[in-house]
């Protein structure tokens, strides 16, 4: 049985930083491109950031720059570094493969002031 565990959100001023962890089970997280989504309030879920099986990184235009996704392929585990935080930033934010296979965990909030 797949499980996505995210954590580390939390309520932060703008400018500051974050770093957010997802913990994966039951799938060859080695193998598999995974990616940092987001879902801001009253809109639709979207892809942030991607780190392919070989940890090569991309973004989207909105958070290259200020976040960096990593990996640890002995921890089945994928980091979101996000600083320069922004109130446009707040969501909450899930992890999954790319494209996206498995059902959703629970996600973590991210909430930025202003």
């Known amino acids: 049985q797949v499980q996505l565990v995210e954590s580390g959100g939390g309520l932060v001023q703008a400018g500051g930083s974050l770093r957010l962890s997802c913990v994966a089970s039951?799938?060859?997280?080695?193998?598999?491109?995974m990616g940092w989504y987001r879902q801001a309030p009253g809109k639709q879920r979207e892809l942030v950031a991607t780190?392919?099986?070989?940890?090569?990184?991309n973004y989207t235009s909105t958070v290259k720059g200020r976040f960096t996704i990593t990996r640890d392929n002995a921890k089945s585990t994928v980091y979101l570094q996000m600083n320069s935080l922004k109130p446009e930033d707040t969501a909450v934010y899930y992890c999954?493969?790319?494209?996206?296979?498995?059902?959703w965990g629970q996600g973590t909030q991210v909430t930025v002031s202003a």
């Open positions: 999954n493969q790319v494209p996206r296979s498995f059902d």
């Open positions: 039951g799938i060859r997280f080695s193998i598999n491109a």
């Open positions: 780190i392919t099986s070989g940890g090569s990184p």
